[in-house]
């Protein structure tokens, strides 16, 4: 079981988040969002859906919780994360992160800042399934 994710490989990470390996409140945000990033250095867009979806849902129901799994941030995440791979040159995790520290940001999120409307994103149908942006651009 790992309980720190400060310096472990990616090859550690995807390992332990496959298994659902992590001490209790080890695996957080940016982790989550770590881990779609190496995904996404492995396998195309559509097969990384269903990896990081299965691997959060076992998570959730590793940890007692699996009403915390939430289909559109979910996808939101890993769609964000494939788009801004995009960008010319190629990096590793710490330029990417970098580069791109609204992704990283929990509390508000970047879906709650920019794509998505509170109700929206917080419903039960939000959770269920994955939910286009609703949120006004200026």
Do not use: Q
């Amino acid at each position: 079981m790992i309980d720190s994710l400060d310096d472990v490989t990616d090859d550690v990470l995807l390992h332990a988040f496959e298994r659902a390996n992590f001490a209790p409140g080890a695996f957080h945000h940016r982790h989550h969002v770590r881990t779609a990033w190496i995904l996404l250095e492995r396998c195309p867009v559509l097969d990384v859906l269903v990896r990081f979806t299965a691997g959060l849902r076992r998570l959730a129901e590793a940890a007692g919780k699996p009403g915390l799994y939430h289909e559109t941030i979910t996808w939101a995440y890993v769609l964000l994360v494939h788009e801004r791979r995009a960008a010319p040159g190629a990096e590793d995790w710490t330029a990417f992160a970098a580069r791109n520290p609204d992704l990283l940001a929990w509390k508000p999120s970047v879906l709650e800042a920019r794509y998505y409307r509170e109700e929206t994103l917080w419903s039960e149908r939000a959770r269920r399934i994955f939910v286009l942006p609703d949120r006004p651009t200026a």
